[in-house]
């Protein structure tokens, strides 16, 4: 995760007590199931015992966040995807081992939640192998980070221009669907939305 701007300092949430909240709901008595949804997916950065593909009822991925470091800028923000309440979402839920749980999350925290813009929840993932109760990073509709409604064309732009520090949107979501289809999950609003961004991106082309 990364800071908001300056003018959403108002936002800013003390992730410590949140990280000590999980842990002690947690208890260490059993292994930590974690769902990934995007980035997640091809870059977990955290070594697991098991993965296995899974579905969240009661949420769906969408790339309705801002990103005004990682990847846009103040001045021209990204999109990252978020978990929002609502439909359904198909990704991947890893097994990390009881006694590795500590470090892991802690190291999650870091990543997801510099600020707390997050809402850490555990939702049941069903998997072929049975339901189990997974760590899902969610994100609230109040957040000054969710972007609400974009038009097709905010999407062509925010995909032609927007950069920060890991790269652009655009590459950004190619990744994730590209992920997706790895595990033999489809996404058929994210395909829609690449192809939309790659006839913007044709026709501000150079013309022959």
């Given at each position: 995760?990364?800071?908001?701007?300056?003018n959403?300092?108002?936002?800013?949430?003390?992730?410590?007590?949140?990280?000590?909240?999980?842990?002690h709901q947690?208890?260490?008595?059993?292994?930590?199931w974690?769902?990934?949804y995007?980035?997640?997916?091809?870059?977990?950065?955290?070594d697991?015992?098991?993965l296995?593909?899974?579905?969240?009822?009661?949420w769906?991925?969408?790339?309705k966040?801002?990103?005004?470091?990682?990847?846009?800028?103040p001045e021209?923000?990204?999109?990252?995807?978020?978990?929002?309440?609502?439909?359904?979402?198909?990704?991947v839920v890893y097994?990390v081992p009881?006694?590795?749980?500590?470090?892991?999350?802690?190291r999650?925290?870091?990543?997801?939640?510099?600020?707390?813009?997050?809402?850490p929840?555990?939702?049941?993932c069903?998997?072929?192998?049975?339901p189990?109760?997974?760590?899902a990073?969610?994100?609230s509709?109040?957040?000054?980070?969710?972007?609400?409604?974009?038009?097709?064309?905010?999407?062509r732009q925010i995909?032609?221009?927007?950069?920060?520090?890991?790269?652009?949107t655009h590459?950004y979501?190619?990744?994730?669907?590209?992920?997706?289809?790895s595990?033999g999950?489809?996404?058929?609003?994210?395909a829609r939305?690449?192809?939309?961004?790659?006839?913007?991106?044709?026709?501000d082309g150079?013309?022959?």
């Amino acid at each position: 995760m990364e800071n908001p701007p300056p003018n959403d300092l108002s936002a800013l949430r003390d992730p410590a007590p949140m990280l000590e909240r999980f842990l002690h709901q947690w208890g260490g008595r059993e292994d930590l199931w974690i769902f990934g949804y995007a980035s997640l997916i091809w870059r977990p950065d955290f070594d697991f015992a098991e993965l296995r593909r899974a579905r969240v009822h009661g949420w769906h991925r969408a790339l309705k966040m801002w990103s005004r470091i990682n990847r846009g800028t103040p001045e021209c923000p990204g999109l990252v995807f978020a978990l929002l309440s609502g439909g359904s979402c198909h990704g991947v839920v890893y097994r990390v081992p009881r006694h590795e749980v500590p470090d892991v999350v802690a190291r999650l925290w870091l990543r997801e939640m510099v600020t707390a813009v997050y809402d850490p929840r555990s939702l049941r993932c069903n998997t072929d192998k049975g339901p189990v109760q997974a760590l899902a990073f969610t994100l609230s509709r109040r957040s000054p980070s969710f972007t609400g409604e974009l038009s097709e064309t905010r999407y062509r732009q925010i995909f032609s221009s927007a950069c920060g520090c890991y790269g652009t949107t655009h590459d950004y979501a190619r990744q994730t669907l590209e992920s997706l289809h790895s595990h033999g999950i489809s996404d058929p609003r994210l395909a829609r939305l690449l192809r939309l961004s790659q006839a913007g991106i044709a026709s501000d082309g150079p013309q022959a």
